[in-house]
């Protein structure tokens, strides 16, 4: 889709000067809205965060400066440039020293105030709206969190997104992989709790043939995959300790070494990471390591569940009912006002996996153009519809194995350890990891 234009809120209690400025950056091509004094200026900014604000410094009630310290309580990434027809050294110290972008004096050079809002938008990562390309969202919190996205995309550094299972992290780091124009490489995914341990590595690093038994030929890792580009390393809170300590070590170095290979190979990725884990936690019960984090964290990206979104329910519910009706072929134009009601006061604890489940589901099953609220109301009560992904199904199975293996042990930890054929210091680490208390299998067992 096009790119919409920036969007600019234009303040300034002279009405005539706001009027005049706003048809000339009209004439730009941005979207503008004006408000004629600070707390109207306030209140559009909270309905609809701008990309930038141009605002005049002397207002009654509320004036710029005051203005500029309440953005950047609610978005401290938008721009702020200042007008003002009394500008004195002092004001243009204090107004750059609190982090107004420019500050300049009426009358205003046009030709520097439209560089300087180009040079804003750029720096900031709002130059251009990509709403409709990845990600949808109408939420000004989401809004907030894609134009940092984007200014991030401009340098090389890792990113680690965080947020619950089901709220588009890898969307997200697809959105800041297109956004990078210097990074001409591909991108490469990977979930780290979907692969066994003893195959994380070679997927990760790539081995040499012969470098294990089943090394038949040799094989490129996503390391070298992504060479150029970006590795996005999904559920990096699973990651086993041992492969933690190798991976800090190709973040350090900018080099990976295959399995079974004596030589280093230079690669030039962006690593974005992910998960739905409290990585703080983790490093503090020590499964994570610290070092690690803050090679990873070096910008953390949060995503908000989707019931911090409620105004988006109806804009994805429409994008995915698109989406499954191109694929099936179906005939169903949209949702009747109940179905929209339903979605929108559902409680969604699987965010937008669980919007997007729902609505294919709706769309195979009714049989008449419009989706009625009780398709809707019967996929949310069925649970059986909302298959785990590979990882989920991998823990519920591993926490079942061990409660088995407990249970038929009475809760003696060394034999359960020989049954599964695994030294007792790993299965405790199981045992902690899937909150599993031995003793209270011996209490069940007696």
């Known amino acids: 889709m096009t790119p919409t234009a920036p969007r600019l809120l234009v303040v300034d209690d002279d009405p005539g000067f706001l009027r005049l400025l706003s048809l000339r950056l009209q004439g730009e091509g941005y979207q503008v809205d004006t408000a004629s004094h600070g707390r109207d200026a306030l209140a559009a900014f909270k309905r609809d965060t701008p990309d930038l604000v141009v605002t005049d410094l002397r207002m009654d009630e509320m004036d710029g400066m005051t203005l500029l310290g309440e953005i950047q309580k609610l978005a401290p990434g938008v721009p702020v440039i200042m007008l003002t027809a009394h500008g004195t050294i002092p004001d243009a ?17 046009n030709q520097k105030l439209r560089r300087d809002i180009q040079e804003a938008l750029a720096f900031s990562g709002r130059a251009r709206h990509h709403e409709g390309d990845i990600i949808l969202t109408r939420n000004a919190k989401m809004r907030e969190l894609l134009a940092q996205a984007r200014q991030v995309a401009q340098s090389d550094v890792n990113v680690l997104v965080q947020g619950q299972s089901g709220t588009g992290k890898e969307l997200l780091a697809r959105t800041i992989h297109q956004a990078a124009a210097q990074r001409k490489g591909p991108f490469v995914a990977l979930n780290c709790g979907a692969v066994p341990e003893n195959l994380l590595e070679s997927e990760l690093f790539g081995h040499e043939k012969g470098a294990f038994t089943g090394a038949v030929g040799r094989k490129v890792g996503l390391f070298q995959a992504a060479d150029g580009g970006t590795l996005f390393l999904d559920e990096i809170g699973d990651m086993p300790m041992a492969l933690q300590v190798k991976l800090l070590r190709v973040l350090q170095e900018r080099q990976v070494r295959p399995l079974g290979s004596t030589r280093d190979l230079t690669v030039d990725v962006r690593v974005i990471s992910a998960t739905h884990r409290d990585l703080e936690k983790a490093i503090e019960k020590e499964r994570f390591r610290e070092d690690l984090f803050y090679r990873l964290n070096v910008v953390n990206l949060s995503l908000p569940p989707l019931e911090e979104r409620r105004e988006d329910i109806t804009l994805l519910a429409n994008h995915f009912l698109q989406k499954a009706v191109e694929r099936t072929g179906k005939d169903v134009t949209g949702f009747a ?29 009714t049989s008449a153009p419009l989706i009625a609220s009780a398709l809707i109301d019967q996929a949310l009560r069925d649970k059986s519809n909302q ?25 003696n930890v060394s034999q359960a350890a020989k049954l599964a054929k695994r030294n007792r210091t790993d299965f405790y680490k199981l045992l902690a990891k899937h909150q599993l208390d031995h003793t209270q299998f011996q209490q069940e067992q007696n």
């Open 93 to 109: 110290v204090k107004a750059t020293r609190q982090g107004v972008y420019s500050f300049l004096t009426k009358p205003i050079d």
């Open 337 to 365: 006002p109940e179905a929209l009601t339903a979605l929108s006061t559902a409680a969604w604890p699987g965010n937008v996996r669980q919007l997007e489940n729902v609505v294919e589901r709706a769309v195979a099953l």
């Open 387 to 411: 298959l785990p992904t590979f990882a989920e199904a991998k823990q519920q199975f591993e926490q079942e194995y061990l409660a088995q293996l407990l249970q038929i042990t009475n809760g």
